[in-house]
Nanobody
Framework: QVQLVESGGGMVQAGGSLRLSCAAS????????MSWYLQSPGRQRELVAH???????KYAESVKGRFTVSRDDAKKTMYLQMNSLKPEDTGLYFC???????????????WGQGTHVSVSS
């Protein structure tokens, strides 16, 4: 059984910072590409940041220069450092990862339950 658990969300004023974490646990063989997605009220879930197994990153245009995604494979954890937060960054942030398990070494997509971020103006 594989689990992704997000943490670090909260309430912050515009211009503030938060650091999100996504910890993977379970019968993991390889932890491959990982991503953060944002679900805002009334909008579809959208990609915020992506980091490959090799550490190559990409970002949504709206967060470039403000957000930084990173990973610590020894801890099986991905991070999202969010600076200069804006009210439009408000929503539920989901962790996404492609993982192969010990019992079935074919990667499948997994999602966390989300952590909420609220940015006030």
């Amino acid at each position: 059984q594989v689990q992704l658990v997000e943490s670090g969300g909260g309430m912050v004023q515009a211009g503030g910072s938060l650091r999100l974490s996504c910890a993977a646990s379970g019968n993991i063989f390889t932890l491959n590409d990982m991503s953060w997605y944002l679900q805002s009220p009334g909008r579809q879930r959208e990609l915020v940041a992506h980091i490959s197994l090799r550490g190559v990153t990409k970002y949504a245009e709206s967060v470039k220069g403000r957000f930084t995604v990173s990973r610590d494979d020894a801890k099986k954890t991905m991070y999202l450092q969010m600076n200069s937060l804006k009210p439009e960054d408000t929503g539920l942030y989901f962790c996404n990862a492609w993982i192969a398990t010990m019992t079935l070494p074919v990667q499948y997509e997994y999602w966390g339950q989300g952590t909420h971020v609220s940015v006030s103006s």
